[in-house]
């Protein structure tokens, strides 16, 4: 035999809850108290008071402002920024080309090619640029003439001009980096890719070509972008071999007006704008590249200042109801 249990429920401690029929109370809304973040506030007004001192100390320096804003189109000023561009456009492209070739020489079975390349790569990573590019714009002290039979023949000042120079300086040495970042995007490629290739009958030249390295270009992009971009700063060091790029011709302006640190002003200018503008560039190829491997795109700089001013313009102005 079962007890039977009263289902009636039990009275609370402040007296019996009286419910009327079709009637629902809605529930309070909760008052969200946020947390204060004293440390935050601290932080913020410290480095404001430092960013301020660092404009005040400047805008009393024995700085002539109106130079900086009168030099900044010159036409010489503008021609060595265009030169800057050029000789990092060409020294990346041929880094880049180069820098394959080494990578898939590295990672050929071939152990005189693998050895050679992974010479190639010790020699020029572990050289300082700077070095490297007084080592090819002093090479006539140790070749006068340079004598390719039956092709061609010269004195080596005539050929290692300043461009060349520069050109050979900068390529040679992105050409060492760039294998390397070649060479980690071809092995991120699943080895299921070439063997499925090899069924299918392509020789490994066609399968590196059509499979592999399409492929791997998701994971070489990004840091292609970041070596351009330190190849715009790097190329102020053929100032060294006299190439008359922006850091050089803003210096000559400097000697000759002694505005010295107005022209350095300048220069600093120039290199900041070539770098944001090669940034966004640069942003928008790996978003491109990044379709086959991420479900949703993230958003571009434009697309979240208008997801934040939405959501700030929605925000409510009450509590946070249940």
Avoid at 165 to 177: P, R, S
Avoid at 238 to 261: D, K, P
Avoid at 278 to 285: A, E, K, R, T
Wanted: glycine share 6%.
């Amino acid at each position: 035999m079962t007890d039977k249990f009263d289902k009636t429920p039990a009275a609370s401690p402040a007296g019996p809850v009286s419910v009327s029929k079709g009637s629902t109370t809605a529930p309070e809304n909760i008052k969200a108290i946020p947390v204060r973040h004293v440390g935050r506030w601290i932080s913020g007004v410290v480095v404001l008071g430092l960013l301020a001192a660092l404009v005040y100390a400047f805008s009393q320096g024995n700085i002539q402002w109106h130079a900086v804003g009168d030099k900044l189109f010159d036409s010489t000023v503008l021609a060595g920024a265009g030169r800057t561009v050029l000789i990092s456009v060409l020294a990346m492209v041929l880094g880049v080309v180069l820098g394959v070739i080494l990578a898939v020489m590295r990672l050929s079975k071939n152990p005189v090619t693998s050895w050679v390349a992974w010479l190639y790569i010790w020699f020029f990573r572990g050289t300082p640029v700077y070095v490297q590019l007084l080592l090819w714009f002093n090479l006539a002290l140790i070749f006068p003439i340079l004598n390719i039979p039956f092709i061609y023949k010269d004195e080596m000042t005539d050929v290692m001009t300043p461009f060349m120079c520069a050109l050979l300086g900068l390529a040679l040495n992105e050409a060492a980096y760039m294998a390397e970042i070649c060479r980690a995007g071809i092995q991120s490629v699943d080895e299921g890719q070439t063997e499925a290739s090899h069924a299918l009958g392509m020789t490994q030249a066609k399968t590196m070509r059509r499979v592999v390295l399409p492929q791997a270009l998701r994971v070489i992009i990004p840091p292609t972008g970041n070596e351009f971009i330190n190849m715009l700063k790097t190329s102020s060091l053929v100032y060294a071999v006299t190439y008359n790029e922006l850091l050089r011709s803003t210096s000559q302006i400097g000697s000759t007006s002694y505005a010295v640190m107005e022209m350095l002003f300048v220069a600093s200018i120039w290199y900041i704008v070539m770098t944001s503008v090669f940034s966004v560039g640069q942003y928008y190829l790996e978003r491109r590249y990044a379709r086959g491997s991420l479900r949703s795109l993230p958003l571009t700089p434009w697309q979240r200042v208008k997801v934040n001013l939405a959501s700030f313009s929605n925000r409510p102005s009450g509590g946070v109801s249940a």
